[in-house]
């Protein structure tokens, strides 16, 4: 199977618990990408690879007289997106089943795009940032958030160490070529965007233990990884991993470090 069909088979089966409390960071920086994004009130938002909303509905309300349009290729994901948007009485919001590497919408459509967490799953990101780049009116604003090169580290260093034993490798990903604020920089001066601006903000907190590392682990993209994993194997993993965890753990309980970087820039 072709890693997209993957990635998208992962999210849809991740979707009703995406927004689950140990995930709680997602929302957090969403409404963090929101407040940092210089908008009057009246613009024309896309927000690229939208998930379940989060930075969709909190852009939202920052612009009560325009509009916010949220695609993502993950059915499962726009399904809990349109949810919350109806419990919230979102009205000036839309989600679109559409592929973000196949954006289908005329030259300067929108005043401003946002991506959150979403255009490191794509190898060739100059090429993806360049079609955002058309889509948005001259002056517009660009703003993603990705993680930090030393994001749920040690976690993630010991979950991918003990995969290994397992014959099963964490891959290289694209998200680390922009894991720096150096690298979030080179993406925006590549894609023609001026007036550029990276914040790092660490968006931790303390899990209470080891399983909801485990949550952590299994209801997100990660999953992609340890269920690679035969039942009983997989079983295995997740106890001698969780055991090496737990000995992490303080009185506060067990700290999630998520380094953010949030890269804001305007359209020439």
């Avoid at 999953?223 to 997989?234: G, H, N």
Wanted: charged share 25%.
């Amino acid at each position: 199977m072709a890693q997209k069909n993957i990635t998208q088979e992962t999210f849809n089966n991740v979707a009703d618990v995406y927004d689950s409390k140990e995930l709680r960071f997602f929302t957090d920086s969403a409404k963090h990408l929101a407040s940092i994004i210089p908008l009057r009130g009246h613009e024309r938002v896309i927000d690229i690879a939208t998930g379940t909303g989060n930075a969709a509905l909190a852009v939202a309300s920052y612009v009560p007289r325009g509009n916010v349009t949220g695609i993502d290729f993950s059915g499962g994901m726009l399904e809990q997106a349109r949810k919350k948007a109806f419990a919230g009485n979102i009205k000036n919001t839309e989600f679109i089943e559409m592929d973000m590497q196949d954006i289908d919408f005329p030259p300067a459509t929108f005043d401003a795009a946002i991506c959150a967490f979403g255009i490191f799953f794509v190898e060739d990101m100059d090429t993806l940032l360049s079609r955002i780049v058309k889509i948005i009116r001259p002056g517009g604003v660009i703003a993603i958030c990705n993680f930090h090169e030393s994001y749920f580290n040690p976690l993630r260093t010991m979950m991918a160490d003990r995969l290994a034993q397992y014959n099963v490798q964490m891959p290289l990903q694209a998200w680390i070529n922009i894991a720096t604020e150096i690298g979030c920089r080179k993406l925006f001066e590549k894609a023609g965007i001026t007036d550029i601006s990276v914040e790092h903000k660490n968006m931790g907190y303390f899990l209470a233990d080891e399983n909801e590392w485990w949550n952590v682990i299994w209801n997100a993209g990660f999953r992609m990884r340890v269920s690679q994993l035969k039942p009983a194997d997989l079983e295995r993993f997740r106890q001698e991993h969780l055991k090496e965890v737990s000995a992490l753990k303080s009185q506060d309980g067990l700290w999630l470090d998520i380094g953010v970087l949030y890269t804001t820039g305007r359209v020439k």
